[in-house]
């Protein structure tokens, strides 16, 4: 601990006066310049620009995203259309084509599922007539 707060256990009065002043200074100072901006704006108003001067106290803000690199040797795409398509495929690629030596696989597929049926039918109907 600093020399003056071991003696006194507390911060300084004056350093503590002096910090709210220069607090109170700060947003005074932002205070004046917001209200100088914003004089600003409403004295250059026009027709057009009116009525865009409500959405000033809405918490929503709009901003627009940055443009999309889609590789090498490729401009970024800046339209909303553009990044979607770019997004569509880099995420979510064609699926890989089936070769045909692998067509039998459905009908194995059914074989199977068939054996499955009838071994559950047939384990149903001896379980059934003893348990």
């Known amino acids: 601990m600093h020399g003056w707060m071991k003696h006194f256990h507390m911060p300084s009065i004056i350093l503590a006066e002096c910090t709210q002043l220069a607090k109170k200074s700060t947003l005074c100072l932002v205070r004046k310049t917001k209200n100088k901006y914003y004089r600003k704006m409403v004295d250059n108003a026009t027709s057009q620009n009116t009525w865009s001067f409500h959405k000033w106290t809405t918490a929503n803000r709009t901003y ?8 090498e040797n490729l401009t970024p795409v800046v339209t909303h259309s553009e990044k979607c398509d770019t997004l569509q495929k880099h ?26 049926i009838l071994w559950n039918i047939w384990t149903n109907h001896y379980i059934g007539n003893y348990g």
Do not use: K
């Not at 627009?64 to 590789?71: A, R, T």
């Not at 995420?91 to 499955?116: G, I, K, S």
């Open 91 to 116: 995420l979510f690629p064609e699926p890989p084509h089936c070769r045909q030596d692998n067509a039998a696989l459905p009908t194995m597929a059914l074989a199977l599922l068939y054996n499955f």
């Open 64 to 71: 627009i995203s940055p443009p999309l690199d889609q590789g």
